[in-house]
């Protein structure tokens, strides 16, 4: 934005609401040539290292809420890039594991993720990158 900012404009939520925007089109453009929706992406990458998350931890990390969780679970199942396996210590709980496909359809996503993300840190200067995402984190906590 210019100099010239309106007092709307000027409002931190706004500035935030029109950053998250520019970076969820230009992550959906991204992803879409993977046919992969942008939580799925957030989950493949959650998962990606063997981590066991139970669907509570998963929707939390994701930012994803329970019921849309386990629908987008359920789709991710039937294309065979996740799959559930009943927790080791508490057989109420469900893990959910990468599967070799999964992990590889990750693998190629993050390429493309990455370099989306390289643009957005190319926009700004040097140190202003790693700032913007303390500043981020410390807002979101």
Request: proline share 2%; with cysteine; hydrophobic share 40%.
């Amino acid at each position: 934005m210019d100099d010239q900012r309106t007092p709307f404009e000027s409002h931190i939520s706004y500035a935030l609401a029109a950053a998250h925007r520019k970076v969820h089109q230009t992550l959906t453009g991204c992803l879409k040539q993977h046919g992969v929706q942008i939580e799925a992406w957030r989950i493949m990458e959650l998962l990606d290292g063997d981590q066991r998350l139970t669907m509570g931890e998963l929707a939390k990390l994701a930012l994803i809420n329970p019921p849309t969780l386990s629908k987008l679970v359920d789709r991710m199942v039937s294309d065979g890039l996740v799959h559930r396996q009943v927790a080791a210590q508490d057989h109420r709980q469900v893990n959910l594991l990468l599967t070799d496909l999964g992990r590889k359809r990750m693998h190629q996503v993050r390429e493309d993720i990455e370099a989306n993300d390289r643009v957005f840190a190319d926009a700004l200067d040097g140190e202003d990158g790693k700032l913007l995402v303390s500043l981020l984190s410390r807002l979101a906590n």
